[in-house]
Structures are given as C-alpha cells and as structure tokens.
C-alpha cells in the first residue's frame, strides 16, 4: 500500500508563488511515477504535472507550462515538489499528489491519490 500526504497549500495573491510537497511511504514504493492533479469547484479533476521515478522526464498540462515545476527527490523518503509560479485566480483548487508505476500524461488514471491540499490565488 502506498500513502501520499500533500502539504503547502494556501491562500496567495495573483502573481505569487507557492511549493507543494507530498511526502510517499509504502513497504513497496519504488519505482513509482508520481504527478499532481487538481480540481477546481463545478470542474472535473485535471492533470497538472507529472514526472517520471528517476526525475529525467517531466510532463505539464499547456495551462501550466513555463510557470509550474515538477521535482522529486527519491533519497530515503520520497518527496514529490510542486514550484508554482505566477500564480493565476484560476489556479485555484485542490492540489492533489498521486502515484502508479506508469505514467500517460494524455490519460493517466493514477492509482494512489493523497488527500489534497487547497490553493486559493486571490485576484
């Protein structure tokens, strides 16, 4: 079993900046792709980023391009980053970090989910 706890979210003005984290533990949890999706209120969830176990491919949805970067860092407790930059008003949602041994950016349907954390980008 994996488990995926977000932190790092809060309220910030347009413009802003922001770093998510999500922290992965897991008897097995290796080699995992992990990625970050998000859901607005009255929208359907969405894929933001995505990276693959080794850090050397990274994937973002083009709403998130050139502002948003994706990291991990896989020494003794995995820890996925989330860097947003120019923080927009329709950024905001509930961040989400998830986890699957394979990663489709086009059409991913991760396996593991944390709990979510809320970015709220005031205008």
């Known amino acids: 079993q994996v488990q995926l706890v977000e932190s790092g979210g809060g309220l910030v003005q347009a413009g802003g900046s922001l770093r998510l984290s999500c922290v992965a533990s897991?008897?097995?949890?290796?080699?995992?792709?992990m990625g970050w999706f998000r859901q607005a209120p009255g929208k359907e969830r969405e894929f933001v980023a995505g990276?693959?176990?080794?850090?050397?491919?990274?994937?973002y949805a083009d709403s998130v391009k050139g502002r948003f970067i994706i990291s991990r860092d896989n020494a003794k407790i995995t820890t996925l980053y989330l860097q947003m930059n120019s923080l927009k008003p329709e950024d905001t949602a509930v961040y989400y970090c998830?986890?699957?041994?394979?990663?489709?950016?086009?059409?991913?349907?991760?396996?593991?989910w944390g709990q979510g954390t809320q970015v709220t980008v005031s205008s």
């Open positions: 897991g008897r097995t949890f290796s080699p995992y792709a």
């Open positions: 998830v986890a699957d041994r394979t990663l489709d950016y086009r059409a991913w349907n991760p396996s593991y």
């Open positions: 990276i693959s176990w080794s850090g050397g491919s990274t994937y």
